[in-house]
């Protein structure tokens, strides 16, 4: 399998004192970029959104970094080093993140940015506390942290390698809800098949929901009727029923010429419906693991940025195409990397909104 590694230069990034500049005070009497007194003990928690921590996507993503920042540094899973809090339903984000402040943990994460009113609220209540949010700013808080990704780069990429693989010049896009954040993915999404396949139809429809898998492989299963061959979904779980749908149909007739984008990390396991094979074209990876892990280990070492925006895309090596590329010929390989370049070095700037 030819593998890429995706760098990721997140050290460089949150280097710059003008990203991690202190702000207001934190809950021990110290600036945000004091030095911590508890960085032999340090905790930190992340609360899921409905899709949970299993969603084999974003919120897995988050989990699996704040995973490995925990070994890497000696703490244990539980209330005493690193832990998670799984949202069964909306009303479940305030009493987690009231249940993480309560059980001491000394950063929170909020992954995804449906928790923004609740961290919002918290935060205000609970201003001695360190907060995160993943994918959405929240402003004038020092004791909140924003992460956010151009996923609208990335998705420009698997645009390329959809526009140049489709033989039907039909394509889809499933998003989980009709969002600022979604319609990202949907905007890079069809720039990039349009850039490199003009004649190329793009249908992109929205769950409303990124927790039901039924509802995701019905609509795939309708865009696969329909003559489209690839479907790129930004879904969560409900992105889970994409691929079961995809597979349903390779097994029934391994001949169709069928597949499936990912998203948030490399879902080529998610494709595979035969021990071997795999629906999974690529993914449209966006390091929410490697976010979380490097701004956990600033934060134990006292370097919290409270009330600052840490934003990070293609010139980050922070989103891209998957490293497992065996499914994507070595010329669509060739102009993905061209067409990187151009937007780094600010050639083609990636729409933030689909065109209707």
């Known amino acids: 399998m030819k593998k890429r590694k995706i760098g990721f230069a997140l050290s460089l990034v949150l280097a710059a004192g003008t990203l991690l500049g202190a702000c207001g005070t934190s809950d021990k009497g110290q600036g945000t970029t004091g030095k911590n007194e508890k960085k032999g003990n340090f905790t930190v928690a992340l609360v899921t959104d409905v899709g949970g921590v299993d969603d084999k996507s974003f919120n897995q993503s988050a989990w699996e970094g704040l995973e490995e920042f925990g070994k890497e540094n000696g703490l244990t899973k539980g209330t005493k080093g690193y832990d998670y809090l799984q949202?069964?339903?909306?009303?479940?984000?305030?009493?987690?993140?009231?249940?993480?402040?309560?059980n001491g943990f000394d950063l929170t994460y909020g992954i995804g940015y449906i928790l923004k009113p609740a961290i919002e609220e918290i935060a205000d209540q609970r201003k001695n506390s360190h907060f995160a949010i993943v994918d959405d700013v929240i402003t004038?808080?020092?004791?909140?942290?924003?992460?956010?990704?151009?996923?609208?780069?990335?998705?420009?990429?698997?645009?390329?390698?959809?526009?140049?693989?489709?033989?039907?010049?039909?394509?889809?896009?499933?998003?989980?809800?009709?969002?600022?954040l979604i319609n990202k993915f949907a905007a890079g999404f069809q720039a990039g098949v349009k850039a490199v396949n003009p004649k190329a139809d793009i249908k992109i429809d929205f769950a409303g929901a990124f927790d039901k898998a039924d509802k995701g492989q019905s609509m795939a299963a309708a865009m696969y009727q329909s003559g489209i061959d690839i479907i790129y979904h930004a879904a969560g779980g409900t992105g889970v029923g994409v691929f079961t749908e995809a597979k349903n149909i390779k097994q029934k007739d391994p001949s169709k010429n069928i597949w499936v984008i990912g998203v948030d990390r490399d879902q080529v396991e998610e494709g595979k419906y035969n021990g071997k094979d795999s629906v999974t074209l690529t993914s449209m990876i966006k390091r929410v693991d490697l976010a979380v892990k490097d701004l956990s280990k600033?934060?134990?070492?006292g370097n919290f940025p409270g009330g600052k925006q840490i934003e990070y895309g293609l010139k980050e090596d922070a989103v891209g195409i998957s490293p497992s590329q065996d499914n994507v010929s070595p010329d669509v390989l060739k102009a993905v990397d061209e067409w990187k370049q151009k937007i780094i070095n600010g050639e083609v700037k990636v729409p933030l909104k689909p065109t209707k």
């Open 87 to 102: 949202s069964k339903s909306p009303s479940d984000y305030k009493t987690n993140l009231n249940t993480a402040v309560r």
């Open 140 to 180: 004038g808080k020092n004791n909140v942290a924003s992460i956010t990704f151009k996923e609208h780069e990335g998705s420009f990429l698997v645009g390329v390698v959809a526009g140049l693989t489709t033989k039907t010049n039909k394509v889809g896009f499933i998003g989980g809800t009709d969002s600022d």
């Open 298 to 301: 600033k934060a134990m070492d």
